[in-house]
């Protein structure tokens, strides 16, 4: 492997705060509604933000990402936005941006390290006009989602007190290397979290695909290969029909990503899908052990000069999947204030709550995260 495709370090830390994000961001029980997050545009974020860091700040978000070496970790993620940007049969953007407030002044280093590393663009903005600085921002974020993520940001969300909004916005879309065939498409029962059944458009085909069995994890899998062969989907299905909740609990991203797996004659059942979550990942940062930053014992200093703090970190997300492909979008946002053998052909009807993944193999790092929890809004009255 080149260099440029070395992404030991941050394959490495991602892979880990993957696992214990989508873990707090799942875990509370009585929640049916469906989950997608970006482990990979908050990971950039938080990278990021560490550059502006001291102290206790900056030894909590380090140990949050489990990063040891912050210059191999910022060499690499230079390298990977580079590659990311030029992948062939593949349309993703992986963009930043810092929007800072007229009056206020950032460090050159900071300044320069964002620009050098995160291909970050920046810019001064003036905050007291919130319409228009929400605006602005908003329509940004628009361009580099292509149209996919809208309003992430409303002017309610910028006061006096806001200084500086940096952003990761992260859009993908490509065509499956074996597309279904819509004349395939019907409706097929779907068991919700909740235990209602539901009738939703089901995709089938039935092809040769990568299959596995996690026996810990109670769950099988399903790696479907991408036109851009540096992606691919993963579906996990428990082997109950209320299986999610533990696979939740349990999810391990290391564990998945290397489990064993053959080349299979599967017929899939797959049902159409669309997934939109708008999260504040406030709350699991702090779980994860990045409390100050959240507070007045803030340290920025490394940004600036004045004191400042996180005041929340939103991410919106939008995946949808149907018989063509897949497309998704992600935008993160940052505001600052002062593994079988089978012989036949396996079945593989995705009837009931499932996960997916969407990954760059090369680094193995998620782009995308979700757990459907449910599907469609009429349900079937029993006969």
């Known amino acids: 492997m080149n260099s440029e495709l070395n992404f030991l370090h941050i394959s490495n830390s991602c892979s880990d705060f993957t696992s214990n994000l989508f873990q707090e961001l799942t875990s509370k029980q009585e929640d049916t509604e469906n989950v997608a997050s970006s482990s ?44 990311l940007n030029n992948v062939t049969d593949a349309d993703l953007q992986l963009t930043n941006g810092i929007y800072v407030d007229s009056n206020f002044q950032l460090r050159d280093c900071f300044m320069s390290k964002s620009q050098e590393y995160y291909q970050t663009s920046v810019e001064k903005m003036i905050f007291q006009n919130s319409d228009v600085a929400a605006n602005q921002i908003n329509e940004w974020v628009k361009e580099k989602t292509k149209n996919k993520i809208l309003n992430i940001i409303s002017s309610n969300d910028i006061d006096k007190y806001t200084k500086v909004i940096l952003i990761n916005a992260l859009y993908f879309k490509s065509s499956w290397l074996n597309p279904f065939e819509s004349q395939f498409t019907e409706k097929r029962k ?23 069995h996690i026996k810990s994890l109670r769950s099988s899998f399903i790696k479907m290969k991408y036109l851009s062969k540096e992606f691919e989907m993963i579906l996990i299905l428990p082997d109950e029909k209320d299986g999610l909740r533990e696979l939740e609990k349990n999810f391990d991203w290391n564990k998945i990503s290397k489990a064993s797996c ?24 702090k779980k994860l052990g990045m409390n100050a930053m959240f507070t007045e014992r803030a340290n920025f200093s490394r940004m ?3 004191a400042l703090y996180v005041d929340r970190v939103l991410q919106k997300i939008i995946v949808e999947v149907d018989e063509k492909g897949s497309e998704a979008a992600a935008a993160t946002v940052a505001q600052i204030r002062s593994r079988r053998m089978v012989t036949d052909t396996d079945v593989f009807a995705v009837d009931h709550p499932f996960m997916f993944i969407i990954h760059h193999k090369p680094s193995s790092i998620p782009l995308f995260i979700g757990s459907i929890r449910k599907l469609g809004g009429n349900y079937k009255d029993e006969l």
């Open 190 to 212: 779907f068991f919700n979290i909740d235990g209602i059944e539901t009738y939703v458009p089901t995709m089938h085909k039935t092809f040769n695909v990568l299959h596995g």
């Open 40 to 83: 990979l545009s908050a990971y950039i974020i938080l990278s990021l933000l560490l550059h502006g860091t001291d102290g206790e700040t900056r030894e909590e978000i380090k140990s949050g990402l489990n990063l040891n070496d912050l210059d191999k970790t910022q060499e690499e993620l230079q390298s990977l936005f580079m590659h």
């Open 304 to 306: 600036a000069e004045k």
């Open 262 to 285: 053959l080349t299979t004659e599967v017929e899939l059942f797959l049902p159409k899908f669309k997934v939109e979550a708008t999260i504040n990942l406030k709350s699991a940062l």
